[in-house]
């Protein structure tokens, strides 16, 4: 196992180098002058002029590049223009927003995506199955924006029992974790039903049943428990998603997170602070498939990695 993971780590190299490239040259390619950004409006061409100096943009793209790489590999991300403060402080200061905001609508979009992914997998082509997929159509089909201006509408305007936005107790958690939650749970709820009734059909669920061993055994010993290596495919792929994908939300109800300090950087220009987010959010894909790969020894021990 270990020279497996020390192998996957190595091989991550090639992907995040090249991950680099694409987004420095993606980032370049915006338009507007950081430059004016910083010098401000009223500033004069000689003033600009200067300010681009002093950032290090009057050099070539390939001069630029290198510097900025081996700035990265020091730990070094650089200055914000906006801010001028390290951008390690500036995504240190957000993180743990939208990490605690990801956990919690993963945590219950999870539990429940199974529960009803199951009781539409036993009761298929019941009423039960019925309600579940229509719950799961709905929750796919509204749009994160649209349903948190709902909520916002509903609960916190007319009912005033939860905040309108912001960050610091268990209730501004509420409509954001839900609002991001509502469509990973319906896509895990129709995943798990697929992968149950696929599991279902095996010999050895139907030999389990042939042996008298109880239903409820035979569901979440024998059949969910082999179902569950797609479907932890598919949560980390959705807390991947999640967590890197929280902009709308967090925009929608002022969460101070990665989200928002992402948009609030790609309006500015802000050169630094837009690379170091997008090399964290790939990076944090790369380190989650990895996780999954070695959850998958927990869900059936009889897989090994060599």
Not at 15 to 31: D, E, G, K, R
Not at 69 to 96: A, C, N, P, W
Not at 227 to 234: D, E, G, R, V
Request: with cysteine; glycine share 8%; hydrophobic share 50%.
């Amino acid at each position: 196992m270990l020279g497996y993971l020390v192998k996957r780590l190595v091989g991550t190299i090639p992907v995040i180098l090249m991950v680099t490239v694409c987004v420095f040259a993606f980032v370049h390619m915006l338009p507007g002058d950081p430059a004016r950004l910083v010098a401000g409006p009223e500033a004069s061409p000689e003033d600009v002029l200067a300010v681009r100096k002093s950032l290090g943009l009057d050099r070539p793209l390939s001069e630029q590049f290198i510097r900025y790489v081996t700035r990265v590999v020091q730990g070094d991300f650089g200055i914000s223009l906006k801010t001028r403060r390290t951008v390690i402080e500036e995504i240190g200061q957000r993180l743990m927003p939208t990490v605690w905001l990801t956990v919690f609508a993963m945590a219950w979009s999870t539990v429940i995506g199974l529960l009803i992914g199951v009781m539409s997998a036993v009761k298929r082509g019941k009423w039960p199955d019925y309600l579940g997929m229509i719950v799961a159509v709905s929750g796919i089909s509204f749009p994160p924006f649209w349903l948190g201006l709902l909520l916002i509408s509903l609960f916190s305007v007319r009912l005033g029992w939860f905040p309108t936005g912001g960050y610091g107790t268990w209730q501004h958690f509420v409509m954001p974790s839900f609002t991001l939650g509502v469509a990973v749970a319906a896509v895990m709820a129709r995943f798990t039903r697929s992968a149950f009734i696929e599991i279902a059909r095996e010999d050895y669920v139907r030999t389990a049943r042939a042996k008298g061993v109880p239903e409820r055994r035979v569901i979440w010993r024998h059949s969910l428990r082999n179902a569950l290596i797609p479907i932890i495919t598919m949560v980390g792929l959705q807390f991947g998603f999640l967590l890197g994908g929280s902009i709308v939300v967090e925009s929608v109800f002022s969460w101070p997170g990665l989200g928002r300090l992402l948009v609030d950087s790609v309006s500015y220009r802000d050169y630094p602070v837009i690379q170091a987010l997008i090399l964290l959010f790939s990076l944090q894909f790369i380190l989650i498939n990895l996780l999954v790969d070695v959850l998958y020894v927990f869900a059936n021990p009889e897989i090994r990695y060599k």
